[in-house]
């Protein structure tokens, strides 16, 4: 193996999770509507290669793949990697995915899960440096293991918002502003921050209410 | 990250019950959630693993055709200036980062291949992969390329269909990956078992 190591980057550095307190503009993936296929259906395509398919499907649940990767292994190279493999692995064996057998998400949750589990073992147990501040030592496996599934379908259920929902939320919840504050900092009148928070939240208890993980 | 909404603030006071009750759901979620994490660039595009269906693989193969045609004509008038100067330097060619032969395993011994990285883009390394000796595998079946890490397979770059025993096959590939000193590849097919990965048919030739 020959390299020309003065070119090649080599990506070891650990970060610990970056929590986004002000929503950034850009979506990964164009808004959802009524008219949007099911993760079902994309699943179906993907199962036979469609490209398109897979890329709506990879906008659907990337951020999702990526919080839980980052809840389980608390660094965010290896998490990177990870979602890379999930979605390698979505990839190979979405043909397998059968709707009868319970809903896409859930499928979804569990390759995805695996294939994070699978990083975990290949890198070991972490060191004290990748300790997390995401889990405390007060919470059991199985509180744990409920934080990771409702992170993953809170997650999922924000892509389904409008973006100027989603951004109103995002503010209101994990900025620390106000609502005079958010109003402030969008530029908006405070009844149309009120307006676009109460319909982002009623939108996701449909969400929410509807899908079984 | 501390701080938690007022619920009435948000919501107000004009709500039903039934109503207040459905948005505090899913207020107590989202607060139990916590933030979703910004997503680094690496993770903006679909990462691409190689084979595409048989509609796109038609684009693709149209898009191929006329860049192979461009790339020729500009191959054309880069040798015919090289011919009338006298020659040159290639200084400015790309260089692989790295650069592979591989060998058939006992599965296919007549098996040959050689496999280049690209420099990054946006933390995808793009990978040529050049190869001869490979058969069509039965039920349109696809040979997969892993990056292997400490000696194991450990990430799946892309997959491809054979060409034919005597046939050669150059097929583009991405590792979607941060890569580390001592990384390698091989060639897998599938096992009858459908394990993943499958058999390795291709394996680095030992320096």
């Given at each position: 193996?020959?390299?020309n ?11 610990q999770p ?6 950034a503009?850009e ?6 509507d ?40 608390h ?20 043909s ?5 057998r319970?809903?896409?998400g ?18 070991g147990?972490?060191t ?20 990771s ?8 259920a ?10 109103v939320i ?10 005079s ?24 208890a449909?969400?929410l209410?509807?899908e079984?993980? | 990250?501390?701080?938690?909404p007022n ?6 006071t ?7 009750e459905r948005?505090?759901?899913a207020?107590?979620?989202?607060v ?9 660039p ?7 693993f190689?084979?595409f269906?048989?509609?796109q ?16 004509s500009?191959a054309v008038?880069?040798f015919?200036?090289?011919?009338v100067r ?11 980062v ?13 098996a ?52 034919g025993?005597?046939?050669?096959l ?24 459908g394990s ?12």
């Amino acid at each position: 193996m020959r390299k020309n190591s003065g070119d090649m980057e080599i990506a070891l550095e650990v970060q610990q999770p970056r929590l986004r307190a002000v929503p950034a503009t850009e979506t990964a993936r164009p808004q959802l509507d009524a008219s949007d296929p099911s993760d079902a259906d994309l699943l179906a395509r993907v199962g036979e290669h469609d490209r398109e398919a897979f890329e709506i499907l990879y906008g659907r649940y990337v951020r999702p793949v990526f919080s839980l990767a980052l809840r389980k292994l608390h660094d965010r190279g290896h998490a990177e990697d990870a979602v890379q493999e999930a979605f390698a692995a979505i990839w190979r064996s979405a043909s397998t995915y059968r709707p009868e057998r319970g809903a896409a998400g859930g499928w979804l949750y569990t390759v995805a899960r695996n294939a994070i589990v699978d990083r975990l073992r290949r890198n070991g147990p972490a060191t004290d440096a990748e300790l997390p501040e995401l889990v405390s030592g007060e919470r059991d496996p199985s509180q744990q293991a409920e934080d990771s599934e409702v992170s993953w379908r809170v997650h999922r259920a924000l892509e389904e918002l409008q973006p100027r929902e989603r951004e109103v939320i995002e503010l209101a919840y994990w900025s620390g502003m106000s609502q005079s504050e958010v109003a402030g900092y969008l530029g908006l009148p405070l009844g149309t921050v009120k307006t676009r928070t109460r319909s982002g939240l009623a939108k996701l208890a449909d969400v929410l209410e509807g899908e079984l993980l | 990250m501390t701080h938690e909404p007022n619920f009435d603030e948000l919501i107000g006071t004009e709500a039903t019950s039934e109503e207040r009750e459905r948005l505090h759901h899913a207020h107590d979620l989202l607060v139990q959630a916590g933030p979703p994490p910004e997503l680094p660039p690496s993770l903006q595009k679909a990462p691409s693993f190689g084979v595409f269906s048989l509609h796109q693989r038609r684009v693709v193969k149209r898009r191929a055709l006329v860049l192979l045609a461009a790339a020729l004509s500009v191959a054309v008038v880069f040798f015919a200036g090289y011919a009338v100067r006298g020659g040159g330097s290639s200084a400015k060619a790309p260089h692989p980062v790295v650069a592979l032969s591989l060998k058939g395993t006992s599965a296919l011994p007549q098996a040959q291949a050689t496999l280049q990285v690209w420099k990054a883009r946006d933390g995808n390394w793009p990978m040529t992969l050049s190869v001869v000796g490979l058969p069509k595998l039965a039920n349109h079946g696809y040979y997969e390329v892993y990056l292997v890490r400490n000696g194991h397979p450990w990430g799946l770059c892309g997959s491809f269909r054979g060409a034919g025993s005597s046939t050669a096959l150059t097929v583009t590939l991405n590792a979607p990956y941060s890569l580390h000193k001592g990384d390698s590849w091989v060639v897998t097919r599938p096992t009858a078992s459908g394990s993943e990965p499958g058999r390795t048919v291709l394996s680095p030739v030992s320096a």
